[in-house]
Nanobody, 123 residues
Framework: QVQLVESGGGSVQAGGSLRLSCGAS????????VGWFRQAPGKEREFVAA????????YYSDSVKGRFTISGDNARTSVYLQMNMLKPEDTAVYYC????????????????WGQGAQVTVSS
């Protein structure tokens, strides 16, 4: 069982930055793929980014590539999502999630989910 806790959401003006954190309680994440998803009101949950310590792999959606960076800490207990050049369309609840195996952009294979963090970007 993996318990994920997110922090770092908030409100920012367009062009600003925020950093989300996703921590694992009591265990390391080095055996897991950790992904970030987001869900805006009235829309389906969508993939944002994912990483795996195995092979040091990262993957981004086209909508955030070049603006967002996913990374992990040296202890391999936390994963971060650095969000720069934020746009109003980035407004959503952001979720971190974990799974074993390979990186996938689909949400259903992820077994463990955090509680979500609200990110609001005003124009």
């Amino acid at each position: 069982q993996v318990q994920l806790v997110e922090s770092g959401g908030g409100s920012v003006q367009a062009g600003g930055s925020l950093r989300l954190s996703c921590g694992a309680s009591g265990r390391t994440l080095d055996r897991y793929v950790v992904g970030w998803f987001r869900q805006a009101p009235g829309k389906e949950r969508e993939f944002v980014a994912a990483m795996s310590w195995i092979g040091s792999q990262t993957y981004y959606s086209d909508s955030v590539k070049g603006r967002f960076t996913i990374s992990g800490d040296n202890a391999r207990t936390s994963v971060y999502l650095q969000m720069n050049m934020l746009k109003p369309e980035d407004t959503a609840v952001y979720y971190c999630a974990a799974k074993t195996g390979v990186i996938t952009v689909l949400s259903s294979p992820y077994d463990y989910w955090g509680q979500g963090a609200q990110v609001t970007v005003s124009s």
